[in-house]
């Protein structure tokens, strides 16, 4: 016997512990150094959210200068940190919301709205770094965007697939709470028969 069902109410922490998983690489992006990196050695080059970091190829001491003296490197960091904090924010919403056994769904699809909220201040703080940090900062031997900058986008790209759960969640209202009795679904070969 086959019980079919869309969800149900103990899978309903799934949700939350997405956008946690999606506040960890936030966190990672923040604090990472590999925002952009040296592809090969020597590794001269260095970079996180906040400052470039360059050094002599034989030299082990960084040399680092702040992106927050750039108009464009303060608004990396704002716009990537703004769409962190509102993240934070959806996680503490979520857990509220799927914690009370009459849960609001409205409220969740609101939830829904703002974690678009978060996808975009994320993207143009993403997409700006990568942009004017090649345009203003001289760059020494061949780099890449490195690991950091991949945990900022794998945080975007897991708030935009949740955002689309949060927003279409209500519509299928009934299962999640499990209003509705599951179809089941006999496979048995002797009942075949009875089921055209």
């Known amino acids: 016997m086959v019980v079919c069902g ?8 799934l949700l939350p512990l997405l956008l946690g998983l999606a506040i960890i690489m936030g966190i990672i992006a923040l604090a990472g150094r ?3 990196e040296s592809e090969s050695a020597p590794y001269v080059q260095q970079a996180s959210l906040w400052e470039s970091c360059t050094r002599g190829e034989e030299d082990l001491n960084w040399s680092c200068e702040s992106l927050m003296d750039y108009g464009w490197g303060r608004a ?14 959806c996680f503490a919403l979520a857990v509220i919301a799927f914690s009370i056994e009459i849960l609001r769904f409205n409220f969740v699809r609101g939830i829904g709205g703002l974690l678009f909220v978060v996808a975009a201040f994320q993207i143009i703080g993403l997409v700006i770094y990568p ?19 991949g945990f900022g986008w794998a945080s975007t790209v897991v708030v935009i697939g949740c955002a689309f759960f949060f927003c279409c969640l209500p519509n299928w209202e009934d299962e999640v709470l499990g209003n509705i009795k599951p179809t089941t679904y006999y496979s048995s070969p002797e009942r075949a028969p009875y089921l055209n």
């Not at 869309?6 to 922490?13: G, Q, S």
């Not at 990396?76 to 924010?89: E, H, K, M, N, S």
């Not at 942009?131 to 900058?149: C, H, Q, R």
């Open 6 to 13: 869309l969800a149900c109410w103990r899978c309903r922490w």
């Open 34 to 36: 590999g925002w952009l």
């Open 76 to 89: 990396a960091a704002a716009t990537y940190l703004v769409g962190f904090v509102i993240l934070v924010i």
């Open 131 to 149: 942009v004017k940090f090649t345009e203003d900062i001289p760059l020494t031997g061949d780099n890449m965007f490195s690991w950091a900058y």
